[in-house]
């Protein structure tokens, strides 16, 4: 299985390296940015050294408009400290969802955006992960971003689903988890997600979702599970504590559960 189903892409454009900017004619497209934390530009700005910031990015859209597609905070801090101008490198011939993606890529290894800020500059750039994503939140009545009955919390959770095993499989997964478990926010845990996801994304084929959420249901409550999962992964020691061992403990609790009872034949085996 690939990696990874989605890949962010841009038009070939013409680009600029080492460009000074005025402060005062750079903008904000808030739609295509993170949330500017101010108390965290003060903090650069308090400490500033200007040789030291390095280079923003920069997109001249063509009506002339300069956009910050990333280092807001550094041009906010300038802004704070009063310097005049900032280096940057300027994208041009941009639209608004290509700034989305653009800053998608440059935070990609580094100073990655929060998850929820991430997923709502995706669906602006229009890439499919976060749009297929949020197509199949919208078919359960779902929004993301906090955890509730009709919200889901585990926004990085969700998009690994739809990332890895594709928009079907993510649909399929919480289709099974609201039959076992009804709605709540017990439901939409990422560990047991993440497991319910992991567990149809390499078995599906072979699975009937309503025998699934049935089986699932007969061990216990949403509640219970991740008490479960939290349990069992403890066991392996610091190392097997993190989120991606939960979900593969929520999987093998899964896998167990739908193997209890049946011919040898009938057994999903790893």
Known sequence: MPRTRYTYDLPVHRVEYGKELAVADLTIDRQAQRTLNERRA???ANEIVREAIGSIVVSQR???TLYIVDGQHRWRASELAGLPTIMAEVHHGLNQAQEAILFLIKNRESHKPRPIDEYHVGLTGGVPLF?????????????LGSSSTNSVGAVSGVLQITDKFGADVFDRTLSVAESAWGRSAETWDGML???????LGRHGDLVNDSDLAKRIQ?????AKWRSQILQDSSRGGFNNSGTGSRISTAYRGILSEWNKGRKATNRIEV
Do not use: N, P, Y
Request: charged fraction near 20%.
């Open 42 to 44: 003060q903090t650069i």
């Open 193 to 199: 997600l993440g497991g319910i996801g992991m567990f």
């Open 218 to 222: 007969r061990f216990g409550t949403a």
């Open 131 to 143: 749009v297929d994503t949020e197509r199949i939140l919208q078919k359960h009545s779902l929004s």
């Open 62 to 64: 063509s009506e002339g």
